[in-house]
């Protein structure tokens, strides 16, 4: 099992940086993909990025791509997401989830019913 707990959310403005951290506790963390999913106000939740257990594979959204990174290290049982160039509309309560699995790529990964585990989110605010 594979409990995720989000940190690192907080008010930004347009242009600017946030690293969010993904600590998960539990055994099988080495085991598992990552995922950050995004939900903003009146909206459904939504893929961000993914990574595969190992972190040899990542996938992202296209309204991501080129401006966040996603990484883990698995020493520290963590996950991260950098945040760079952020926009007004990346607003958004941040999940962290996690799945275990070996055998897929991270692009395996992309939609909330693939994952069993999901921690309680963290907030994202960009000011424009």
């Known amino acids: 099992q594979v409990q995720p707990v989000e940190s690192g959310g907080g008010l930004v403005q347009a242009g600017g940086s946030l690293r969010l951290s993904c600590a998960a506790s539990?055994?099988?963390?080495?085991?598992?993909?990552m995922g950050w999913f995004r939900q903003a106000p009146g909206k459904e939740r939504e893929f961000v990025a993914a990574?595969?257990?190992?972190?040899?594979?990542?996938d992202y959204a296209d309204s991501v791509k080129g401006r966040f990174t996603i990484s883990r290290d698995n020493a520290k049982n963590t996950v991260y997401l950098q945040m760079n160039s952020l926009k007004p509309e990346d607003t958004a309560v941040y999940y962290c989830?996690?799945?275990?699995?070996?055998?897929?790529?991270?692009?395996?990964?992309?939609?909330?019913?693939?994952?069993?585990?999901w921690g309680q989110g963290t907030q994202v605010t960009v000011s424009s």
């Open positions: 990574i595969s257990w190992s972190g040899g594979s990542t």
């Open positions: 989830a996690a799945q275990r699995g070996k055998y897929y790529s991270a692009s395996f990964y992309r939609q909330e019913r693939k994952y069993d585990y």
């Open positions: 539990g055994r099988s963390f080495s085991d598992s993909a």
